[in-house]
């Protein structure tokens, strides 16, 4: 079939997206295998001085988080002229990040859950403690079934981040400058509530999570709930932002 024809496959918006995907784990592989080495050797090499009570996984986890949101938010930000140039409609663009975005976040939040998993296997090999920083104390994470819980959250902790990211890059390309004031209200929203997930120390801003201190004694799967609901309203945003985004005219 020639490339016009393939063009003009009415599932070529999937397929984008999933090679969306695929394309940025294998083009940021050394990343992931870099993080995964350094969360091994960092505690073995500090294990010589000091006894070992965080999960170095759980912060190599969370920096995944802010990544995910500049992979969201640069991939849309840079796509957008190139691929309606290549004669792909708004639509199509919009749709192909949603399939982008849950992908990525899946096939990571697997790669987050298993090497978690895995570590508590080594840490428990060497006798170590596998802990959290929760709010200026290191709360163990406890059984293997509470370290599955807390790596089954990444999927869905990546993905309200890569939609966050998202609706910030497609906002820029759109209103330029002015559409970076939605992080504004964006990261405080997404920040708090993540954090406020597990109730543990924030891995970034501590400023951003303020509103935090309204949701102490939420229930967990009240937040899970919300995080759900944020991720959805993000997403439609993207698409709105992405459908009616006007193409610019590069200059010399």
Sequence with gaps: ????????????RYALGAGFALEGLKYFRYWLIAAVVLSVALPLFISRFNDIELSAWFYAANV??????????GFVFSLVPNMIAAGLTRRELAVSMG????LWSALLGAIALAALVAERFLYGALGWSHG????????????????????ASYPLLYLVYFTAGTVIGAASYRWEAAGWMLLVPIIPIVFSLDNGLFDTEPVGPGWAGFLGLFMDGWD?????????????GLAAAAYRILIDVPLRSKQA
Excluded at 99 to 102: E, Q, R
Excluded at 220 to 232: C, N, S
């Design 220 to 232: 967990r799967w009240f937040i899970v709930a919300a995080i759900v609901l944020v991720a959805a």
């Design 99 to 102: 399939v982008f975005g849950l």
């Design 132 to 151: 959290i920083d929760a709010h200026d104390a290191i709360a163990p994470i406890g059984s293997l079934g509470d370290t599955v819980v807390l790596g």
């Design 1 to 12: 079939m020639s490339a016009p024809a393939n063009l003009r496959l009415p599932t070529r």
């Design 64 to 73: 995944g988080k802010w990544f995910t949101a500049f992979v969201g938010g």
